[in-house]
């Protein structure tokens, strides 16, 4: 299956456009779990124990497994092999660099590592997000008009006589022959999600900044998603794996995750 197909199988199965983000930080871990390394594994299996049926993806960012060097790496290929086969997994990679390196960056994630898709950065042009869409079967989620409050130091800079976020939507959207790529757009701008979504109707759009970030959970939902009320994947982190700092850890996340999924479902 491709990442696509993938994607909208497990969202259909299990009623969700909701999309958890294992970005574990140790000093965030539940209080009866030992700040330290061999601790991750054991959370994310709790994590993706508890709320493997109400998502459509889970979504690791490799910058906290990387930052603790090779035992971060080792708990992030466990953490891999735990999600179940049907569920996608996303890297929030945000890779981007010239072609031969690029090249470099795909095979590591989607060959060695085996992710379904990665986040990229589209700021060095076509050439550097080639070597990923080369990988047909999986999924290539384009910087676009990001979550954080410094996105519009550039993607809101005039060029053309448009914003710089819609010239790569628009571009994107040349460059996708073969139905892979997707565009990231963040939850903490609905208008700017609504305006991508009109440049790019038949596209993927992951929306991260739900929960912590404080993005408008409805109105991000009804912005991203298409006409079908699908292809937007939802990502929630810290809301869900950090809502209880007791035993009841994945209890509390299992909860956090239905009614987040509820929620988004409303919107739908």
């Known amino acids: 299956m491709t990442f696509r197909e993938k994607l909208l199988a497990a969202a259909r199965s299990n009623g969700s456009l909701l999309c958890v983000g294992l970005d574990v930080v140790l000093t965030s871990l539940p209080s009866p779990l030992p700040r330290a390394v061999g601790s991750i594994v054991e959370f994310n299996r709790a994590i993706v124990g508890a709320t493997a049926d109400l998502v459509c993806a889970y979504k690791p960012n490799l910058a906290f497994y990387e930052a603790l060097g090779l035992p971060g790496i080792e708990a992030l290929v466990e953490t891999l092999r735990l999600i179940p086969k049907e569920i996608p997994v ?3 990679a945000k890779r981007g660099d010239v072609g031969h390196t690029a090249r470099a960056y795909a095979r590591a994630l989607f060959e060695t590592f085996g992710f379904d898709a990665a986040t990229v950065s589209p700021y060095l042009g076509r050439d550097s997000l080639q070597p990923f869409l080369d990988h047909t079967d999986r999924g290539v989620l384009v910087l676009c008009r990001t979550s954080n409050p410094g ?19 628009e571009r994107v959207v040349v460059w996708d022959g073969s139905g892979n790529a997707g565009l990231v757009v963040g939850a903490t701008y609905p208008r700017e999600a609504a305006e991508v979504r009109s440049l790019a109707p038949k596209m993927l759009l ?18 991203a998603v298409d006409e079908r009320g699908e292809l937007a994947i939802m990502n929630s982190s810290r809301q869900v794996i950090y809502a209880s700092d007791g035993a009841d850890y994945a209890r509390a996340a299992r909860q956090a995750a239905r009614e987040l999924r509820d929620e988004i479902n409303r919107a739908r």
């Open 90 to 92: 996303i890297a929030d």
């Open 151 to 169: 996105a519009a130091d550039f993607q809101d800079l005039v060029t053309g006589g448009k914003p710089l976020y819609r010239v790569v939507a």
């Open 206 to 223: 992951l929306v991260p900044g739900v929960g912590a970030q404080a993005g408008d959970v409805q109105a991000a939902t009804r912005a």
